[in-house]
C-alpha cells in the first residue's frame, strides 16, 4: 500500500518528535555529584508523579526522611528544596547571588514579560533600579499613611456597589447573590490604582473593568499552573498545553487597557499638562539612568509591564504596609455594614478547608455566605458572635480574589 503523508496524524507526529526530544534531552543530562538526598523517581519523569496534588504537603513529608535539604528531579530540570529556616538563611547568607535569580515559567516570557518585571527580572542592574524605585516612590510608608480619606472613600464605593449589584440581582428575580471577589478587586484595583496613576480607573459598571478582571484571573491561573514544557524545555517550541497562547492572548488585552493610561499620560506631558503632585507613573518616565548600573532610560514597553505587574500584585497579594492598612479596615466594614451567615443546616464545624495549589494557596471547593433571615437590628457595637464572623470574613477577604459567590443584605 502507498504511503501517503497526508494519512499521517500531525498529533501522531508532534508526539513522535516531542518523544524524541524528550529521549535526547535526557541522554544529554550530566552525571549527579555531591548532591543532597531526595526520593529516586523514575526514568525521563524523575519525580513529578510522586508530588500529588498538594507538593508542599508532599515535601514537607519528605523533609522527615531526607532532611531539610531535598533534591528533586522534575522532569529535565533539577530542584534543591530547603524547608528549614537557619538552612536557607545559610544557604542565601554564602550563595546569595547564585540563587538569586527565580525560574520563569514558559507561559511568562510571553510579551517578553519577565525581562521587564521586577518579580520575574534576573539579578542585575535593570532588577535594582526597579526595586530602588518601588521600594523608595510606590510602597512606603510615608505613601500609604497618605491615603487614610482614600481608603475610607473606596470602601464606601465598594459597599454601594454590593448593594447596587445585589439590588439588581433580586429585580431581575435572582438570589441576591453577589461575587464579593469582583468588589474587592475593584477596590483594590482602584487603591493602587490611586498610588500609581493618581486616579480611579475601573467602575462595577465598566465592561472593560470585567474584562481586565477575567483577564487577570486567567493570567494569575495559567502563571501557577503546572506546564509540562517548563519540565522539558525541549517542548517549548511546541508548546503542547497552549498556556503560553492563552497567556499572550489574555496578556494582550491587559496590556491594551493598561498601555491606554501610559499613553494618556504621555499626551498630557507633551502638552505641558503635568501632575501637580507626581504618582509613580512619573517616576517611572522620569527615570534617567547614571550610565552604571540599570537602564538610560524606562521604554515604554517596560513601563506598561511594571504598571500591569503592580496591578497584579497590588490586587492578589499586596505588600505588607498597604496590605496592613487596608484588610483591618475591609474586614470591619463588611462586619458592620452587612449582616453574614454559613446558610441554614450548616455549622463552623462543617467547612471545608482543603487546599488545591496554584500561584496561591486556594481552597478546592469555594466558601459560600449566605445572608440572615432575621430583621437586622441597629446596634452600636459588635455583637457576640462577631469574633466569628471577623474570623470568617478574614478567611474569605484572603479568598476571595478567587471568585467566591457570597450572598448579603445591606444594614440600614
Known sequence: MEWALSSVNPLTISLTVGFVLLILNFLKGKKSGDRPPGPKGIP???????????????????????????????????????QNASTAAELFKKHDVPFA????????????????????????????????????????????????????????????????????????????????????????FNLVGNLMLSRDLLDAKDPEGKEFFDCMNVILELAGTPNIADFFPALKLIDPLGMKRNMIRN???????????????????KAGKFQEKKDFLDVLLEYEGDGKDGPDRMTEHNVNIVIMEMFFAGSETTRFPL??????LTIATLVQ????????????????????????????????????????????????????????????????????????????
Not at 323 to 328: K, T
Open 44 to 82: 525521563i519523569f524523575g519525580s513529578m508523579f510522586q508530588l500529588g496534588d498538594l507538593p508542599h504537603q508532599t515535601m514537607y513529608h519528605w523533609s522527615k526522611t531526607y532532611g531539610p535539604l531535598l533534591w528533586l528531579n522534575l522532569g529535565q530540570v533539577n530542584t534543591m528544596i530547603v
Open 101 to 188: 535569580d527565580r525560574k520563569v515559567p514558559d507561559a511568562l516570557t510571553a510579551y517578553n514579560f519577565n525581562a521587564g518585571s521586577l518579580g520575574m527580572n534576573t539579578f542585575g542592574g535593570h532588577w535594582r533600579v526597579l526595586r530602588r524605585l518601588c521600594s523608595m516612590e510606590f510602597l512606603v510608608n510615608k505613601r500609604m499613611n497618605e491615603t487614610t480619606e482614600l481608603r475610607m472613600r473606596l470602601m464606601h464605593d465598594m459597599i454601594r456597589w454590593i448593594e447596587e449589584d445585589s439590588k439588581t440581582s433580586l429585580a431581575q428575580g435572582g438570589t441576591g447573590a453577589v461575587q464579593l471577589s469582583r468588589f474587592l478587586f475593584l477596590m483594590a
Open 251 to 269: 496578556m494582550t488585552r491587559t496590556m491594551k487597557i493598561s498601555s491606554k493610561f501610559v499613553q494618556e499620560r504621555l499626551d498630557n506631558r
Open 323 to 328: 496590605a496592613h492598612r487596608v484588610v483591618h
Open 337 to 412: 455594614a452587612f449582616d453574614w451567615d454559613l446558610g441554614a443546616g450548616v455549622k463552623p464545624e462543617h467547612i471545608e478547608m482543603q487546599e488545591r495549589l496554584g500561584l496561591t494557596l486556594r481552597k478546592k471547593n469555594p466558601l459560600k455566605i449566605t445572608r440572615h433571615n432575621e430583621p437586622i437590628r441597629p446596634r452600636a457595637c459588635l455583637s457576640p458572635a462577631s469574633p466569628f464572623i471577623m474570623s470568617l470574613l478574614l478567611v474569605c477577604l484572603s479568598l476571595s480574589w478567587h471568585g467566591l459567590p457570597l450572598h448579603q443584605q445591606h444594614r440600614h
